[in-house]
């Protein structure tokens, strides 16, 4: 594939998983803030809205507020830097060796846009099964951070880390 076409895919995506994780908490917070829980498959899945002032599975929420939002945006910003530094370092290579990077990078930039925003981390898909497991809300960010991370390690197992070598 030519380089402009790759990066232009690429781009696609980044902006195709940013923008429909922006959407989706948009909706969520128009339609399930203040309601009740939502069922989608009875005893397994809600739809549930929640402001997630922490960071995943609720770490750093025992630190006080003054110090946990900018904590939490500096770790999320120099994330989000170090992968665009790391998609740059391997940018000669393909595009399906990059598309793990951007997917996940899509889904921290949703997430980082969100608390940026607001303060907080919209969530609201809520998997459980009925009462004996339940999972915390997440939402699409967290899903294509999942995404990506899956792609990665299925790369670095299936092909190696030489896969990861910039191409000339």
């Known amino acids: 594939m030519k380089p402009v076409l790759t990066y232009i895919l690429l781009l696609f995506v ?8 922006l ?12 309601q009740p829980s939502v069922s989608v498959v009875n005893g397994y899945l809600d739809l549930k809205y929640a402001e997630n002032e922490a960071a995943g599975f609720s ?7 003054e110090i946990r939002k900018p904590l939490l945006v500096s770790m999320q910003l120099l994330g989000s830097i170090a992968l665009c530094v790391f998609i740059y370092i391997l940018r000669r290579n393909s595009f399906y060796t990059l598309l ?5 990078l899509s889904g921290a930039l949703g997430n980082l ?14 998997f459980h099964v009925k009462g004996h497991f339940s999972w915390p809300i997440f939402n699409v960010a967290d899903i294509l951070i999942v995404i990506g991370v899956g792609l990665a390690l299925i790369q670095v197992f299936f092909k190696g880390p030489a896969q990861l070598e910039q191409v000339s």
Do not use: H, M, W
Not at 14 to 21: F, K, N
Not at 23 to 34: F, G, P, Q, V, Y
Not at 59 to 65: A, P, T, W, Y
């Open 14 to 21: 980044l902006l195709a998983g940013c923008s429909s994780d």
């Open 23 to 34: 959407l989706t908490k948009k909706l969520a917070t128009e339609s399930l803030k203040d």
């Open 59 to 65: 770490l750093f929420r025992k630190v006080k507020s």
């Open 100 to 104: 793990p990077y951007l997917v996940i």
């Open 113 to 126: 846009i969100d608390r940026l925003q607001n303060g907080y981390v919209v969530d609201f898909i809520y």
